[in-house]
């Protein structure tokens, strides 16, 4: 029965959806052709890293980082990007359809590249002379025992050290 009711909530939403969007059959068949080339592209690993890269390090600026904290759909898609990038960079190093690059040893720097990029935000959090993200928090770090200062080289510590075990045991 729940499977059922799944698949009447999916068809009514689509149904839904393609009537807002004002798109007809051809016309999904026209963008499915499009998100499948954008897709193809995306998961090419010399596309995929400068994406993570770009999106990781842009929601962490600190305007759309408080937005993010400000307005919750914000971040939900803050959330979302997140997620999406990271089966993105996964997508391409697993190679589920078998279409990429011959051999595997590329997929070494590749993983290593994505690593790093993320380490050095953490080296930034980690090694900042002021808090980053004074707007949003402002001194609620003091009521935990830490200054900003510190609350900020902290997360960048945390960082440091999942990305030491998700290497180490991985």
Do not use: C
């Not at 929601?59 to 919750?72: T, Y």
Request: no cysteine; proline share 5%.
């Amino acid at each position: 029965y729940g499977l059922d009711m799944d698949r009447d909530f999916v068809d009514r939403y689509n149904h839904e959806l393609i009537d807002v969007l004002r798109i007809t059959p051809e016309g999904m068949e026209h963008h499915r052709h499009h998100l499948r080339s954008l897709l193809r592209t995306l998961v090419r690993p010399t596309v995929a890293v400068p994406v993570y890269v770009v999106v990781l390090y842009a929601w962490h600026l600190p305007v759309l980082f408080d937005g993010a904290l400000r307005h919750p759909a914000l971040h939900a898609l803050q959330h979302l990007s997140f997620i999406s990038i990271g089966v993105l960079i996964w997508w391409s190093a697993l190679e589920p359809q078998r279409r990429r690059l011959h051999g595997e040893l590329w997929k070494i720097p590749y993983i290593f590249s994505v690593r790093m990029s993320s380490m050095f935000l953490a080296m930034a959090f980690l090694f900042s002379a002021s808090p980053i993200y004074e707007g949003f928090y402002g001194d609620s770090a003091r009521s935990h025992g830490f200054t900003p200062i510190e609350d900020q080289q902290l997360a960048g510590g945390l960082m440091i050290a999942a990305w030491g075990y998700r290497s180490t045991f991985q």
